[in-house]
């Protein structure tokens, strides 16, 4: 790959996501993007680039959802999910005992593990929750992420990274050589294709936020703009997580710090006092 291409490449991902790419990113590059040369039956990256630059939709698109980052899986990073658990959902019940209805929402979700998990935590507190009516909506950019999410179907490897025998046998049911999420926690999740970089408003309002690892792939502007989108998602006393190893102190003035090591954040909007948070240990 040339360094014109790279630098191609690099402003369309930019202009297009949000992700930045450096320079020694190009090996990575190369290597996602040959899958994409053999889809489309083009002699090499060059030909794949010319096309692109041409304007063929097909293979932008393709592009684009090559480079987008599919590395999940269940509970990852276990610690934020015990906070929301031994946290987060008993707030909950007692902050929407009233109407008895909350939504949750998973940023770039990718292949739909993290949706699932928070899924999976609601149903194991089943008895806590009768007749309410919970929504967990996942968010993606790439379109084939967004599919193999509904889906819901995954292989031995997917569901042994982070996921123990005891929900595996309890939530899924075994096709073939992989296993299928169940029914009943399929209805409690959609998915969507979404772009982080447009207008999340139509949405709807969030009590949870997870925008797990996500953050980690922008520049500071993007950060910004993507945290005053999220904070105006979120109810006022909403949670937002983010990735363990991401930062919102210093980005953006619409959220409190919880646990940092953790990213847990709570919303923080004007003329809320900061006890009045789920994320907070009542």
């Given at each position: ?7 191609f490449?690099?402003?369309l991902?930019?202009?297009q996501?949000?992700?930045v ?11 996602r ?7 489309h039956r083009?002699a090499?990256?060059?030909e794949?680039l010319a096309?692109v630059?041409?304007g063929?939709p097909?293979a932008?698109t393709d592009l ?5 980052s599919k ?7 276990w610690k ?6 031994e ?5 909950l019940?007692r902050?929407?005992l009233a109407k008895?209805?909350?939504r949750i929402?998973?940023?770039g979700?990718a292949?739909?593990q ?8 609601i149903?194991?507190?089943a ?8 929504e967990?909506v ?7 992420a967004?599919d193999?999410?509904?889906r819901?179907?995954?292989?031995q ?5 982070g ?7 309890r939530?899924?049911?075994?096709v073939?050589?992989?296993w ?5 926690l399929?209805?409690m999740?959609s998915?969507?294709v ?6 999340m408003?139509p949405?709807?309002?969030f ?11 922008f ?7 993507t945290l005053?989108?999220l904070a105006?998602?979120l109810?006022d006393?909403?949670v937002?997580?983010v990735g363990?190893?991401?930062s919102?102190?210093g980005v953006?003035?619409a959220?409190r710090?919880i646990?940092?090591t953790?990213?847990i954040?709570a919303?923080q909007?004007?003329?809320?006092p900061p ?8």
């Open positions: 790959m040339t360094p014109e291409d790279f630098t490449v690099a402003r991902l930019k202009d996501t949000g992700l790419l450096t320079r020694d990113k190009a090996y990575l590059v190369e290597n993007l040959q899958s994409v040369v053999r889809e083009l090499d990256l060059t794949l096309e630059r041409g063929n097909a932008t684009i959802d090559a480079m987008m590395d999940t899986g269940f509970f990852r990073d934020p999910f015990k906070h929301l658990a946290v987060v959902l008993p707030n019940r902050a929407r008895r209805t909350f929402l998973c940023a979700c292949s739909g993290e949706a699932y998990s928070v899924a999976m935590q149903v194991e507190e008895q806590h929750f009768t007749g309410w009516q919970v967990i996942g968010i993606d950019l790439s379109a084939a967004i193999a999410a509904g819901g179907a995954y292989n490897f997917e569901v042994q990274r996921l123990p025998i005891r929900r595996l046998l939530h899924f049911t075994k073939g050589s992989g299928t999420i169940n029914e009943n399929r209805r999740v998915f969507r979404w772009n982080l970089l447009e207008d408003f949405l709807g309002r009590d949870v936020v997870l925008c797990r690892n996500v953050l980690i792939a520049d500071q502007q993007t950060k910004i703009a005053q989108k105006r998602l109810t006393d909403g937002l997580y363990v190893n991401e919102v102190t953006s003035g959220f710090v646990a940092s953790l990213g954040y919303a909007h004007e003329g809320v006890s009045h948070s789920m994320a907070a240990h009542l």
